[in-house]
């Protein structure tokens, strides 16, 4: 996906291609994670301001970026263990971690102590271009 954010300093509009977690086709829901952790410049960008636009192949949304919980972020991980099984052995190497056949506890620790060290972003279409979205913590679509 194209995120185009807001500079927090200079003000002007900043593009970064970003992976896709997570893309929830009617709803138009993206979920990011943030591989640099909170030092990006596009994650510290969206933090001062969460208005933006996410083009995702042929689409352009006005979106929300809702910084996700603890939890909601371990269950984005796990979601996205099961169903890409080889990038997040990747992932876990880059966590220091092992994530072989050991079964869905080692799987969920690993998710847990990602969640903390790789921040997820769910990008939420606006409905009503200024109001944010009600709180996220219960889940995202």
Not at 55 to 76: C, K, M, P, T, Y
Not at 120 to 128: E, I, L, Q, S, W
Request: with cysteine; proline share 5%; glycine share 8%.
């Amino acid at each position: 996906m194209m995120l185009t954010h807001t500079g927090r300093k200079s003000g002007l509009p900043r593009h970064t291609v970003l992976e896709v977690i997570r893309y929830d086709k009617p709803t138009g829901t993206c979920v990011a994670a943030s591989g640099w952790g909170d030092r990006a410049s596009w994650f510290r960008n969206i933090q001062e301001n969460p208005l933006v636009i996410v083009d995702i192949g042929a689409r352009r949304i006005d979106s929300f970026a809702v910084l996700l919980s603890a939890n909601d972020a371990e269950r984005e991980l796990l979601s996205y263990a099961q169903r890409h099984r080889l990038s997040f052995r990747i992932l876990a190497r880059v966590l220091g971690e092992k994530a072989g056949k050991d079964g869905r506890e080692k799987i969920r620790e690993i998710a847990r102590r990602g969640s903390e060290l790789i921040p997820m972003v769910a990008f939420v279409p606006r409905v009503n271009k200024e109001a944010p979205p009600a709180n996220r913590e219960q889940g995202v679509a």
